[in-house]
């Protein structure tokens, strides 16, 4: 729980300073997919 806090913070920060270039949706989609892949959960479809 802390990590995806921290990257949601770590995020907006990025977003912040820089929200032309930095999708928070994008960003935590990947680093949702990832803990999908180490949880073992795929999506179907």
């Avoid at 995806?4 to 997919?33: C, H, K, R, Y």
Wanted: glycine content about 8%; aromatic content about 12%; cysteine-free.
């Amino acid at each position: 729980m802390r990590t995806t806090i921290a990257v949601i913070d770590g995020l907006q920060q990025q977003w912040l300073l820089n929200p032309d270039e930095v999708s928070m949706t994008a960003e935590f989609e990947a680093f949702a997919e990832t803990l999908r892949g180490r949880w073992g959960i795929f999506e179907h479809g």
